[in-house]
């Protein structure tokens, strides 16, 4: 099956700059790549997706990109917050319409 | 709209014991995914139900049985749980079959 890892498992930036997370896939059939924030307590929630016909999306200060080549995929979050301060998730959608997470990386925004 | 809802919001239970999870997905929503997540690890799937049939299973042993009901709410079920399926239970639903996934807050159960 799917095998996704992500990388760091933590990070931490001074507010204002800008952090990046990074997913490597193994099933070269995955097709669509969402991640998630996740708040002590909480649910994961969605942020941002991206299918596997599209290179890059971007949404105010969130970009994701794909390399299907490599099969990897990145989280960008410019000018970070405080508030952006959570665990982040990438997942990738396998066979049979599983999705497969990564480990997280607990993000920590220093005002 | 309201979003996925679960219930109950946190339950103990000790080993050997049955437990009963429920989901309601959000409203138009007909496909409805169950995930465990263990502390400090991402989720992992466990079910997949679309217009209530099972459309995806994931590694976990037959002690984990699910259903989803004609209004496409969702129960999970463990029986002759043990101390490892202590972990936070998370639903998600989406509109269709292969589209994108929204999470409840969880349910977390403890097994002492």
């Known amino acids: 099956g799917e095998n996704v890892e992500q990388h760091p498992s933590t990070l931490s930036v001074q507010e204002g700059d800008s952090a990046v997370i990074k997913c490597t896939y193994s099933d070269s059939a995955s097709n669509y790549f969402p991640w998630y924030k996740q708040e002590l307590g909480k649910g994961p929630q969605l942020i941002i997706d991206?299918?596997?016909?599209?290179g890059e999306k971007k949404d105010q200060r969130i970009a994701v990109t794909l390399n299907k080549t490599a099969k990897h995929f990145s989280l960008h979050i410019t000018e970070t917050q405080p508030e952006d301060s959570a665990v982040y998730f990438c997942?990738?959608?396998?066979?049979?319409?599983?999705?497969?997470f990564g480990t997280g990386t607990s993000l920590t925004v220093i005002p | 709209d309201a979003g996925v809802t679960q219930s109950p919001t946190h339950l103990i239970k000790t080993r050997g014991q049955h437990v009963t999870l429920r989901c309601s997905p959000i409203?138009?929503?007909?496909?409805v995914s169950w995930y465990q997540q263990v502390l400090g690890q991402g989720p992992q799937f466990i079910f997949q139900y679309y217009e209530k049939e099972e459309r995806g299973r994931g590694n976990f042993p037959d002690r984990f049985s699910a259903r989803q009901f004609p209004n496409y709410s969702s129960e999970l079920n463990v029986n002759a749980l043990l101390l490892g399926d202590s972990a936070l239970y998370l639903c998600a639903s989406c509109r269709g079959n292969q589209e994108t996934q929204y999470f409840g807050p969880g349910t977390r159960l403890l097994v002492l």
């Open positions: 991206i299918r596997s016909n599209v």
């Open positions: 409203s138009g929503h007909k496909s």
């Open positions: 997942a990738a959608r396998g066979a049979g319409n599983q999705f497969y």
